[in-house]
């Protein structure tokens, strides 16, 4: 399995075959109300979950948001969503699903 669904970034794993298929990462600022960027996280995980998807919200503040990202990346998470303070003021979400393009897609939440 791991042949098959890796490359030099760790596992690259199809969303039937993981485990989770979803992480939602939340972002702290400084200026920002930790306790919004939370709640926020834990809304997009209910809906998420309602709606069928195996989603975990990675709660842990001792390391970076590209610690948090890193890690689970080599993990093979199809899909990562951080949130953060500008994102829920714009009413948006950052998105990464294509690891070969290596580019964020920003989405807005309703």
């Not at 669904?5 to 199809?14: M, S």
């Not at 890193?70 to 969503?81: A, F, R, S, T, V």
Request: glycine share 6%; charged share 25%; proline share 4%.
């Amino acid at each position: 399995m791991t042949m098959i669904h890796g490359d030099d970034k760790g596992l690259v794993l199809p969303p039937n075959v993981a485990d989770v298929q979803i992480i939602v990462i939340h972002v702290p600022c400084k200026e920002s109300n930790l306790k919004s960027i939370l709640a926020a996280c834990s809304s997009e995980v209910q809906t998420l979950q309602a709606a069928g998807f195996r989603v975990e919200h990675v709660f842990r503040d001792n390391y970076t948001s590209g610690w948090k990202y890193n890690n689970w990346e080599l993990k093979g998470i199809p899909l990562i969503i951080e949130i953060g303070h500008k994102d829920i003021t714009k009413n948006l979400s950052e998105q990464d699903g294509n690891r070969d393009v290596q580019t964020m897609r920003r989405l807005e939440v309703d």
